[in-house]
DNA sequence: AGTACCACCTGACGGC
DNA sequence: TGCCGTCAGGTGGTAC
């Protein structure tokens, strides 16, 4: 379930798990969850070797060994990380496993075959090739401001724009438009400055407190959209419908009264 | 530039 | 219970 919420979540998790211990090998239970016979040989040769750091952008999580080289992972609709001890059992649909000499594990999970560990030259350079724009944390209200005003398209859409700013995904988008009480097909360009201004500040509001509850949807406000955001869906402020339209390919769901067009 | 549609994969769920 | 259609928290390519 990741969007920049649920990433930041599995880099805390990743990091925990690589404390302090090497790597003692890296299997990988499934091909297509490794990008080419490069990633393969590269992920063989962090045997031995301690984790140096793990960084996150957006919904991509890069990790570096001391060798200088470095993964991208992403985790497609349906990836996770887990890090468990050797004696519990290993997750479902783990497609590639590190094992610690702490005796941690960490997994690397993917349900759909969506997402993939990628060995690659550097973030900046993944970066660049991917067209991914500044975190969503880290972006400040200057780039939000000024990508807003030139996006003539839909606000969801503009949200979701990762070479825009970076993290946000169909949940979450949701989410954040509905805290402003902004019609998910809304023209961006036309919010100006004191309807981008409260987008932004329920952007940072949102992820953060998703961030801080761990991204787990259970522990997340019954104010929020989230929980009502099915069909027969009611709005948690007003009791009004939850309607489901499409936008930008996406479902997205909004209350018809509390967010006007 | 922005959007719409398809494709990639596979699980989960609702309807019959 | 079982089969089937539909949808899904992402992204990349293509085509308009």
Redesign the pocket.
């Known amino acids: 379930?990741?969007?920049l919420?649920?990433v930041e979540v599995y880099r805390k998790k990743m990091s925990k798990c690589v404390k302090g211990g090497k790597i003692k090998k890296a299997e990988v239970r499934d091909e297509?969850a490794v990008k080419g016979p490069k990633t393969k040989k590269a992920l063989a040769k962090l045997k031995g070797k301690s984790v140096e750091k793990i960084i996150r952008r957006?919904?991509?999580l890069f990790l570096k060994s001391p060798g200088g080289g470095w993964f991208a992972f992403?985790?497609?609709?349906?990836g996770a990380v887990e890090c468990f001890s050797g004696k519990e059992k290993e997750p479902p649909?783990t497609k590639v496993l590190f094992s610690f000499e702490s005796g941690k594990k960490l997994s690397y999970i993917l349900?759909?075959?969506?997402g993939k560990i990628e060995a690659i030259e550097s973030p900046k350079e993944y970066i660049k090739k991917?067209?991914i724009g500044p975190d969503a944390l880290k972006a400040g209200y200057n780039v939000f401001e000024k990508e807003g005003e030139?996006?003539?398209?839909?606000v969801k859409?503009?949200l979701?724009?990762?070479d825009k700013i970076?993290g946000i995904?169909?949940?979450y988008s949701d989410e954040i438009l509905f805290q402003s009480k902004v019609h998910p097909a809304a023209k961006?360009d036309e919010l100006k400055g004191a309807g981008l201004k409260k987008l932004y500040r329920n952007t940072e509001k949102v992820l953060k407190e998703a961030i801080k509850k761990g991204?787990d949807?259970r522990k997340l406000p019954r104010t929020w959209l989230l929980t009502n955001r099915k069909k027969d869906g009611k709005c948690p402020k007003c009791g009004g419908a939850v309607k489901?339209i499409?936008?930008?390919?996406?479902?997205a769901y909004y209350c018809v009264s509390c967010q006007k067009k």
Request: glycine share 16%.
């Open positions: 379930m990741p969007e919420p649920d297509r957006g919904k991509n992403h985790f497609g609709m349906t649909y349900k759909r075959m969506l991917k067209k030139n996006y003539t398209g839909g859409n503009f979701m724009s990762q970076s995904g169909n949940i961006t991204a949807p489901k499409k936008a930008g390919g996406r479902s």
